[in-house]
């Protein structure tokens, strides 16, 4: 009975021996296989898809250059039980990396690229949480990132932050990507999309780029339907051109710090440069963050006479030249709207 128990217990040795040495054994190719790179350090992209088994996770490694041995590979990760919960995505990995990195990697997530979309029209208030969580940074990283002395220069801004110049567009930055450089490629984009001819536009204007990315933002946030970007532009370029107050509800909002959605008589008091109910002319900077097609408007209003307007419950708004005129269509508008509320 001690005999067989002895042999049996000598066997169990022996396969743990033999898991040991092929642990070992793969250890070593896994090293010589990072050590072998004729690119050690080079970033590259990998994907995995979802569902993604061990085999396509590895041969995917192999296509870019980072796995010498994909059958081994799987091995390794089979043997050091690593091999599960590989997370799929798009990775920034680094030519070189151990099998034991590049394994964790894809279970624990690092180096998975970040996605964030910032829609038309957001404000710095909603862009730097939903850029810090994308960028897996604090909060207060993103908001010192947003204040950048060298890029306020660069844009020669009057203003202490980057409101209204980073660009709205859905952004893919590599794992580990910093606040600043994030946010300077946001910037950049912005810039991408300033065209050339414009800076010949701002001096038929007589208008700086910052004067339009402003108007631009409210337009932003009055337009519902596109075409009437260029007849609301053109509101405020009327209004500007007779010394009128712009009296535009979105710049009151952004004096409250917050969305409301509707303001009272009592709102219109608040005592900031941005409400322009008090103070005439354009607000100090952007209020949001711009589209392409609301800095056009800016730029080129439409040819119409306009100096009021009002929205109506879909959401059209309707123009009038007149403030009798302009009384009326408010009256309109209010009584739609009770009778949308009495049909809800």
């Keep these: 009975m001690r005999s067989a128990l002895r042999r049996s217990a000598l066997r169990r040795s022996a396969v743990r021996g033999r898991r040991l040495l092929a642990v070992a054994w793969l250890a070593l190719a896994a090293a010589t296989a990072a050590c072998d790179s004729s690119a050690v350090g080079t970033r590259v992209k990998v994907t995995i898809p979802p569902g993604a088994s061990l085999r396509t996770a590895a041969d995917s490694l192999h296509r870019a250059g980072l796995v010498s041995w994909p059958r081994l590979f799987r091995l390794y990760a089979k043997a050091t039980s690593d091999d599960r919960g590989i997370k799929a995505g798009s990775y920034t990995l680094r030519r070189g990396e151990s099998w034991t990195a590049l394994i964790h990697a894809l279970r624990d997530g690092e180096g998975l690229d970040r996605r964030v979309t910032i829609p038309e029209g957001w404000n710095l208030a909603t862009i730097v949480p939903a850029l810090a969580r994308a960028l897996g940074a604090p909060v207060d990283s993103v908001d010192s990132a947003v204040r950048d002395t060298a890029l306020l220069r660069e844009l020669d801004l009057p203003t202490p932050t980057l409101e209204g110049y980073l660009f709205p567009d859905t952004y893919i930055f590599s794992y ?47 337009a519902r339907l596109p075409e009437e970007r260029p007849v609301i532009s053109a509101v405020y370029h009327n209004r500007l051109r007779l010394q009128m107050p ?98 809800d």
Aim: net charge negative; hydrophobic share 35%.
């Design 176 to 222: 580990g990507t910093s606040p600043r450089v994030a946010v300077r490629e946001m910037v950049n984009r912005f810039l991408h999309v300033w065209e050339p001819a414009w800076d010949d536009r701002l001096q038929q204007l007589a208008m700086s780029r910052n004067d339009i990315i402003t108007l631009a933002s409210i337009i932003e946030r009055e």
């Design 246 to 343: 712009l009296q535009a509800d979105p710049t009151v909002e952004y004096a409250l710090g917050a969305h409301h959605e509707r303001l009272y008589y009592r709102d219109l008091d608040v005592e900031s440069p941005y409400n322009t109910y008090r103070h005439p002319g354009l607000p100090p900077g952007p209020i949001a963050s711009p589209g392409k097609a609301s800095i056009e408007a800016a730029l080129f209003p439409a040819a119409v006479p306009y100096l009021y307007f009002v929205a109506s419950p879909d959401g059209h708004h309707e123009f009038r030249t007149t403030f009798k005129a302009h009384t009326e269509a408010v009256q309109q508008a209010r009584r739609e709207r009770r009778e949308h509320a009495s049909r």
